[in-house]
């Protein structure tokens, strides 16, 4: 009995690699992904927006964006891949944190062009993955 039910287990994963890298090859190989935080701030050149970013214990330090600025890095996601990378925004006493990418969200709706974008707005955080269909996903409170 104990060696049947191996058996199956081997299988099982068999069957779920053979179905990932049809489905998904990239989970397999790895995708390389760009991310952008845009400031799309109205007026706001007096006060900038400031980004901070980390991803797995690595600060990637801060930056002061004004109007139209962008902050952006690639990464690469493997298989069995967790990573996830915290922004922090601050504009005057306004402050929020988001994940700019996190693996199990983003390889699904930034896969087509394999790029993620996000606009940062006075009413919220807006998300895209061709800078044309911008899609609210939060507010800043």
Known sequence: M???TQMFLIIGLALAIILISI???ERL???????????GFTNNSSL?????C??????????????GDDFSWSLKTSLWDTTRFL???KWDQDKRKFDAFKVPRDVYRC????????MVRED???FSNDQVNWKKDFTWF
């Open 2 to 4: 104990r060696r049947i």
């Open 111 to 118: 896969r087509l062009f394999k790029k993620c974008f996000w």
């Open 23 to 25: 489905y998904q090859p």
């Open 87 to 89: 922004c922090t925004i």
């Open 48 to 52: 900038p927006l400031v980004i901070w």
């Open 29 to 39: 190989s790895g995708s390389e992904y760009d991310v952008h935080v845009i400031n």
């Open 124 to 126: 919220g955080f807006y």
């Open 54 to 67: 980390s991803s797995n214990g690595e600060d990637f330090g801060g930056r002061a964006l004004q109007e």
